[in-house]
């Protein structure tokens, strides 16, 4: 008689029990407390048995600037976000981010993880962003570390000689288009792609062993 396979995940040995979700936000400027976070993207990943990291599914959502948010002019124009559009369909900060950590604490629970750690590029960037609004939405349950995450900035840096996103991702062979980008989504998917190859390629080369998955038959 075959007993069910009750062995955790092969991510839950990978990074000290923690799950890493790539985050990426657009916002209206660069102080967390005072200016407006307009848009957040969180892109899921997954491991095989082999332990070679994948992204899957991308949830987005379009955040309403909170009452007596800043919006510098010269961040809309880099973003091309305007925080007015009804065609964005906005939703206020605490709407938009329990959205956003409800996919994210069902896949920490998948995964046997203990909680999400934030993948980003210049990761201290969205980080702050997504700890500012969560605390100002009094979101109670924030699915992230509360200070550590992975920065694709710095391991491009060590793996290709470069930490620009645009370029990393060229130098890595992964297609970036320019246009597209400053997107929260694409910017997240291209930063996801980023991250799983170079995780995956320290593993070819022998710098983490995949997990060990032990069959149950009995």
């Known amino acids: 008689m ?3 396979n009750t062995q955790p995940h092969p991510m839950s040995r990978r990074f000290r029990g923690f799950l890493p979700v790539v985050v990426d936000v657009e916002t209206g400027g660069f102080n967390p407390e005072r200016d407006a976070l307009l848009e957040i993207a969180a892109v899921m990943l997954t491991m095989d048995d082999d332990g070679r990291l994948r992204r899957t599914e991308t949830h987005v959502q379009q955040i309403d600037p909170f009452d007596g948010a800043n919006l510098e002019q010269s961040a809309l124009d880099f973003t091309g976000i305007d925080p007015w559009d009804p065609q964005r369909e906005a939703v206020p900060e605490r709407e938009g981010l329990s959205e956003i950590f409800r996919p994210i604490r069902k896949s920490v629970k998948a995964h046997n993880c203990k909680r999400a750690v934030l993948v980003g590029h210049n990761a201290t960037f969205d980080h702050n962003f997504v700890f500012s609004a969560a605390m100002r939405a009094e979101i109670g349950r924030n699915p992230f570390h509360p200070f550590s995450t992975f920065d694709t900035a710095t391991l491009a840096g060590v793996a290709y000689g470069h930490t620009v996103l645009a370029q990393a991702c060229k130098l890595a062979g992964i297609p970036f288009d320019s246009k597209e980008a400053h997107s929260a989504a694409y910017d997240a998917e291209k930063t996801a792609d980023l991250f799983c190859g170079i995780v995956n390629r320290w593993q070819e080369l ?13």
């Open 2 to 4: 075959t007993e069910e």
């Open 206 to 218: 022998g710098g983490f062993p995949p997990p060990v998955i032990q069959e149950t038959d009995k």
